[in-house]
């Protein structure tokens, strides 16, 4: 079995560390920052056997180059649809990535809009998804588009509930605050945000969270729910077209009111 363990980096990065059982060899995803990668490596007596990363933001990528003047084999994979130095092997939509050394293979999903050629990486019901689905919330659109946005968590509301979201960064009570906005009578919401202040109080991630808790309360997988559209259309001052026309309105608000 897979254990996945998050390095903190900078104020609420999450650098994932993937392994095997006991084996000592890790994959380490999206490392903005080499220096906490370097210090966990030293500390649990842990070899890198390689980087995946989702997309070209600096706190994803900017730990890469130091890694590899530690490490000059480490094969890095990335985004094909993205310029990023030192990727050894660019990766598309469907492309699959075996590491031996893990006995772990991961399906590649281009889910561009936070940046126009971000991709995740899915293994064994675990989603590293980088920034374009956090916990209770979505990424902002930079080089991409709020549509691509749409369509990508589409796209991922899809997989099984099970699955676990390893976003890059502890966001989960900042989203929580407007997802309360949206549906403050959601009581599954409520729950989640008492759970989600005695993890922080305990200085316990809040990530991962499984996509059926992320569909119950995230506003921006909810554009099907009455309610949800409901407090967009008030937000408006119009009615909402489709689920697009909801989401868009749903990040317009959070981007310009709340953020």
């Not at 994959?27 to 903005?32: K, L, M, N």
């Not at 899809?158 to 407007?178: K, M, Q, S, V, W």
Request: hydrophobic share 35%; with cysteine.
């Amino acid at each position: 079995m897979l254990t996945i363990t998050p390095v903190p980096a900078f104020s609420d990065n999450y650098i994932w560390f993937i392994r095997r059982d006991e084996r000592p060899q890790v994959a380490i995803v999206d490392p903005g920052d080499a220096a906490p990668v370097l210090a966990a490596l030293e500390r649990e007596g842990l070899e890198p056997a390689a980087i995946l990363i989702t997309h070209h933001h600096g706190d994803h990528v900017g730990g890469i180059r130091r890694l590899l003047e530690r490490y000059p084999a480490l094969p890095v994979y990335g985004p094909r649809g993205e310029r990023i130095p030192h990727i050894t092997r660019r990766l598309i939509d469907g492309d699959r990535v075996r590491l031996e050394a893990l006995d772990a293979e991961f399906e590649v999903l281009e889910v561009p809009g936070h940046t126009a050629g971000h991709i995740a990486y899915y293994t064994d019901s675990a989603l590293f998804c980088g920034d374009t689905l956090f916990t209770c919330g979505c990424g902002r659109v930079f080089d991409g588009s709020v549509e691509q946005l749409h369509a990508s968590l589409q796209r991922l509301k899809r997989l099984p509930a099970d699955t676990r979201i390893y976003c890059a960064h502890e966001y989960t009570l900042e989203n929580i605050g407007f997802a309360k906005w949206v549906e403050p009578d959601n009581p599954q919401l409520r729950a989640r945000e008492r759970d989600a202040v005695r993890m922080r109080e305990a200085d316990r991630p809040t990530v991962p969270a499984e996509l059926g808790e992320e569909l119950a309360t995230n506003p921006f997988l909810r554009t099907d729910d009455t309610g949800v559209i409901a407090m967009a259309e008030r937000h408006a001052g119009r009615a909402m077209r489709n689920e697009q026309d909801t989401f868009i309105t749903l990040r317009r608000w959070k981007d310009t009111e709340y953020d």
